[in-house]
C-alpha cells in the first residue's frame, strides 16, 4: 500500500544528543517536506525537497538539516537537541502537478529534555 | 507570495449544527486551495481541494467548499456536524509548484 512514514512517533532525548528523524514514501513522490508543528497547532514549512541531491530551506529557520541521497527517503537531523526543539515534525509528499496535494505521515513528536 | 488567514481559532457547535469554518486567502498568482484535517496525534489528512475547475469543491465526510474571487475566500462548510467532526481544520494555498502555506488552523468542538 503506497504511504508515507515516519519513525519514531514519539520520542524523547537529552539535550545535547544527536537525533535523526525518518520519512519514507512509496508513492515515488519527487517533493518532500517537513513542517514543525508547534503546541498552538501552526505548521511551519523547515525543509522542502523537489527531488534526489536537491534540498532547500523553508520560511522558519531551523538547527535542523536533511538529506535527500534516495528518492523515497528524506531524513531530518538535529545535530545537537536542545528543550527549543521540542516539537511535533511532521513530514509530506507531493508529485509535481500545479494542483497536486501534499500527503503527510503521521508526524514525529520530539521532547528534548 | 501566498497567504491564509482562517478567522477563529477555536470553533464550537451542537451535534446537528451547521459547521462554518473561514479562510480568506491571498496569493499573488492564481491560488490552489486545500482543507485539511487533523486528528489527534495523527498527520493531516486532505478534506478537499480547489483546482479551478468548479467554484464549489465537495469532499470527504459531507464537507464543501466555496471559492469566491471576489471576497478571496475559501469557505469550508457541513450541513450538519457529528460528534467524529471534532478535529483540527487547516486551510492551505500554493501558488503552483510551490509548497503549501498553512493557516493557523481551527479546532472544531462538537457538543452533544
Redesign the interface.
Known sequence: EADIY?TPRYLVIGTGKKITLECSQTMGHDKM?W?QQDP????H?IH?SYGVNSTEK??LSSESTVSRIRTEHFPLTLESARPSHTSQY?C?SSE????S???????T?LTVV | AQSVTQLGSHVSVSEGALVLLRCNYSSSVPPYLFWYVQYPNQGLQLLLKYTSAATLVKGINGFEAEFKKSETSFHLTKPSAHMSDAAEYFCAVSGGNTPLVFGKGTRLSVIA
Open positions: 515516519q517536506y513542517y498552538g497547532m501552526e505548521l514549512l522542502y523553508g520560511d511532521l509530506a509535481w502537478g500545479r494542483v496535494e501534499a500527503f503527510f505521515g503521521q508526524g513528536r
